[in-house]
């Protein structure tokens, strides 16, 4: 199992970018679905996207489709979450998470999870 930390969140304004940085300890990183998700206060934990083992396919959530773009860098096991053009609604803890069999867009199924960095954007 591998173990995962973010790390990027920062207090931005609104229409600003921001990278999360996801790494991950433990061993066969390249065998996991990475997803990451979010979660704002009094709310559901909530998809935000997905990549594959490779890299090659992506999936992402309605609201973040066009602005967000995750990447991976296997050889360096790390995942990444590029935040372009960020509202106040995209305010909330984000976390990464490792799904060893599949590209889930719910929580079930990954089995390891970060701490979470928190993304604040200001109008």
């Known amino acids: 199992q591998v173990q995962l930390a973010e790390s990027g969140g920062r207090l931005v304004q609104s229409g600003e970018s921001l990278k999360l940085a996801c790494v991950a300890s433990?061993?066969?990183?390249?065998?996991?679905?990475m997803g990451w998700f979010r979660q704002a206060p009094g709310k559901e934990r909530e998809f935000v996207g997905v990549?594959?083992?490779?890299?090659?396919?992506?999936h992402y959530a309605d609201s973040v489709k066009g602005r967000f773009t995750i990447s991976r860098d296997n050889a360096k096991n790390m995942a990444y979450l590029q935040m372009n053009n960020l509202t106040p609604e995209d305010t909330a803890l984000y976390y990464c998470?490792?799904?060893?069999?599949?590209?889930?867009?719910?929580?079930?199924?990954?089995?390891?999870w970060g701490q979470g960095t928190q993304v604040t954007v200001s109008s």
């Open positions: 990549t594959s083992q490779s890299g090659n396919t992506t």
């Open positions: 433990g061993r066969f990183f390249s065998s996991y679905a």
């Open positions: 998470a490792a799904n060893p069999k599949w590209m889930g867009r719910t929580t079930n199924g990954y089995d390891a």
